[in-house]
Structures are given as C-alpha cells and as structure tokens.
C-alpha cells in the first residue's frame, strides 16, 4: 500500500522558517517525482516545489523561489521541504504528492492532476 505521510507543519511569525517532511512507503521511492502542493482556503490547489530523485530535476513556484528548497533522503524514504522567510501568504494546507513520471523534461511538475498518490496534508500557519 502506497502511503505518504506528511510533518512538520505549525504556527510560524513572518520570516520564520519551517521545515516539513514527507514520509513515503510502499513504493520504489527512487522511480517517483515527489511534489508539494499547497491550498489555502478558498484557492485552488497549487504546485510549490517538486523533485525527481532519479536525476535530481527540481521544480519551483515563482512564489517561493529562493525561499523554499526541495530536498531528498533517499535512504529513508523522505522529502523535505525547507520554508524559509515565510509570509502570510504562504499560509495553506501543504500536501505531498508522487507521480509515477518527471524527469528533465516533464512539463506537469506543478499540475496537481499529474500526481497519483497523495497524503493528507500539514497545516502551516503564517502571522503577520
């Protein structure tokens, strides 16, 4: 059974940081591109940041560029997403999500619809 099972989130002041994790199992989590998403409230679902751990391809949204970085632990199955210089925009549900593709090339990093497992989602919470 596929599982992934996010951490980390919580209440944050403005340019604080945040690190959450993303535990994967019942997968060859190495084959996998491995994304976060986020939503806030009453906002569609938007990609954040992605990696594809069998080339290192990595993905982000122009929002969180040069604040956010993607990471992976191969050994335990983790992704990590360090959040640095939160805003309160940042503010949402963050979800992890894994797609059997990606790669170099891959042109669905950000699109939630390309994503066939999900995990239930960490509330990070940003205050002015």
């Known amino acids: 059974e596929v599982q992934l099972v996010e951490s980390g989130g919580g209440l944050v002041q403005a340019g604080g940081s945040l690190r959450l994790s993303c535990a994967a199992s019942g997968f060859t989590f190495a084959s996998y591109t491995i994304g976060w998403f986020r939503q806030a409230p009453g906002k569609e679902r938007e990609g954040v940041s992605s990696?594809?751990?069998?080339?290192?391809?990595?993905y982000y949204a122009d929002s969180v560029k040069g604040r956010f970085t993607i990471s992976t632990d191969n050994a335990k199955n983790t992704v990590y997403l360090q959040m640095n210089s939160l805003k309160p925009e940042d503010t949402a549900v963050y979800y992890c999500?894994?797609?059997?593709?990606?790669?170099?090339?891959?042109?669905?990093?950000?699109?939630?619809?390309?994503?066939?497992?999900w995990g239930q989602g960490t509330q990070v919470t940003v205050s002015s």
């Open positions: 999500a894994a797609s059997y593709a990606g790669g170099t090339n891959w042109p669905f990093f950000g699109v939630a619809e390309a994503y066939n497992y």
């Open positions: 990696i594809t751990s069998s080339d290192g391809t990595t």
